[in-house]
Structures are given as C-alpha cells and as structure tokens.
C-alpha cells in the first residue's frame, strides 16, 4: 500500500498481553501496510476502502517472550512468531519496548505519550504473513480506546539492531517522523 510519495508505511505494534488464556507475554509486531488483490491501489484508497482492496499489514517480524504463544501463532496462524527477550516500559513521558534474540538488538521503540485524548475505537485488521509457502491471512478484531498524536505531534524513535529480524530493514529508508503514533 503506498502513501503520497511513493512510500510504504511501516506499522510497528508492542502489546503487553497482561491476562489472556496462554498467560502473560509481550509481542514485538513489524509489518508493511499492503494490500491484496488482483490490482494495485491508488495512494491512500485502501485505508478508506479496506475490504474492497483486501488491506492489511504483511508482518515481516513478530519476536513474543512466550514459546506458548510462538506455538499457537506458528500453528493456528502461521504467523512468523520466534522467541526473543522482549521487555515493556511504561513511564509518564514516554512507552518503549526492545526486542534481543540471542543478545543482539531486535528493535528498541521509544513512543512519546500521545497527549490524552481517548478516542473510541473499534477497528478490525487482518494480518498477511509467509507460512511454509502459502500466503495466510488472519483477522483481529478490538475495541477500546486511545491516545493517538498525528504528524508532527507524532514522536518515536526507532533503533534497528543487527539481530535476523531487522536485517530486511536496514535498507528501507524509513523516515524518522512518523506518520501517527497511539496508546490504549
């Protein structure tokens, strides 16, 4: 899926599942927004038409600190989840999480905290990823609320590290503002 520019959207998600039905675990998501059909999008169509142009997120990586939840995403899904040291930091200025597989840098995230405006949401997205030669797709489906800061009020850092999963990455040239950032 392209933006104005000619430019893809890279979509980065940490979430720290606190109660869920396999424990507690962190899961490191990195994906590129896509689309999937028999033509190509126009720019910014498929985010207002999303079931028309089969849009979604292909996940290129997705490092969880739980090896329960690498087996369920592996084998429902087939999602590319592996194992890796993930942490979850939470403080008034700002969110961050890293990913480290066998003591190399993944990904560190630092998100600054979206001013307060909690928004209601109720999104469905579906996941693309590579499994043993087949494309799979998966749907997720949430409702809530969040803090979300656009353009310029926007602000993270992300740092690539040298570990397998962010290899793909390095020659991307990803911008260094981002395009949105949110908190629940």
């Not at 369920?72 to 040291?85: L, T, V």
Request: charged letters at 20%.
């Amino acid at each position: 899926m392209a933006i104005p520019g000619g430019r893809g959207l890279l979509v980065v998600t940490v979430v720290d599942y606190a109660r869920t039905d396999i424990g507690r675990y962190i899961e490191f998501s990195v994906a590129i927004a896509c689309t999937h059909g028999s033509r190509p999008a126009l720019p910014l169509l498929p985010g207002l038409l999303r079931g028309s142009f089969g849009t979604g997120q292909y996940v290129v990586d997705l490092p969880v600190s739980s090896e329960i939840s690498v087996k369920g995403g592996k084998g429902i899904w087939g999602m590319p989840k592996h194992r890796a040291s993930l942490d979850f930091q939470v403080s008034d200025r700002a969110v961050s999480s890293q990913s480290e597989d066998d003591y190399r840098l993944g990904m560190l995230i630092e998100v600054e905290r979206p001013p307060d405006t909690r928004l209601p949401l109720r999104v469905a997205a579906v996941n693309y990823c590579a499994f043993r030669g087949m494309l799979m797709k998966s749907s997720i489906y949430f409702e809530g609320a969040a803090d979300i800061a656009l353009g310029r009020q926007a602000r993270a850092r992300l740092v690539l590290g040298d570990a397998p999963g962010a290899a793909a990455l390095h020659g991307l040239g990803i911008a260094e503002q981002p395009l949105f950032t949110s908190r629940p």
